[in-house]
């Protein structure tokens, strides 16, 4: 299986970053890591649960705070960058759902939270906004220890679903991403040379080096192995040459974006809105 050959491949943090995607708890993540190489999926899956029976309240209530409440559609991309696509796809029931059922939600939440001192977790798959609502209103009568078990089984479901989409699509592109768009064309900037650097004390320290593809997107900036790390980094764009192919004069001949990572377990695109005499930039998804 070409994916699980890429998880083996990666280096620790880049590994059990990816496991952080399909649970929080980094107890679970990196006893995971620790346990490659994996034969194949059904391995994997048996790993994730024994590592499961290591973790404490703690390590659960870790694996909670990285989901967004149910319902709760504004913090998907907001607070959660690194899985608002997986979260947003699960929690596709609540699309739809009616003002009334959403407040209704908003409100059960917050009940739940002052009962049980963390989020209410459902594996959300499949379900929709009134069934979730219903389960929630369920749970509330219950125990904190009776319920702690029951969110942690919901956990253990979304973890395997997740842990089978991670396969399906691969660890993913380099942890830091950019996207070049020529304004003055309306299109996307085909073969402009891009490195990437990450400052270190005075000095900043080449990583690696890419070009956009026909897309005007670079994926794999950071190298085979390379591992991303909570630091100031900085994007440079060749937009000198860029243009200069084109025969047409350009005001700023390179362009540097400077940048700061913190949770390296997140995916950071940085975008590049260029123009001859302008350019902007913005953190995307």
Known sequence: MDALNTLDALAPEQATAAFLRCCGSRR???????????ADEPA???AAERAFALLTREDWLEAFSHHPRIGDRGSLAARFPATAGWSASEQGGVRDAGEDVLDA???????YETRFGHIFIVCATGKTAPEMLALLRERLP???GAELEIAAAEQRKITAIRLEKLL??????SGITTHVLDTSLGRPAVGVAVRLE???A???????????DADGRCRNLLPEGATLQPAVY???FDSAAYFGARGVPTFYPEVSVVFEVREFAQHHHVPLLLSPFGYSTYRGS
Not at 28 to 38: D, K, L
């Open 28 to 38: 679970w993540a990196e006893a995971i890591e620790r346990g490659r190489p994996y």
């Open 44 to 46: 994997l899956l048996a």
């Open 105 to 111: 939600l908003l409100r059960g939440n917050r009940e």
């Open 142 to 144: 219950n125990a904190p």
């Open 168 to 173: 399906a699509e691969g660890p993913g592109m």
């Open 198 to 200: 990450r400052r270190e």
């Open 202 to 212: 005075s000095a900043w320290i080449e990583l690696g080096r890419g070009g956009t």
């Open 234 to 236: 900085r994007l440079s």
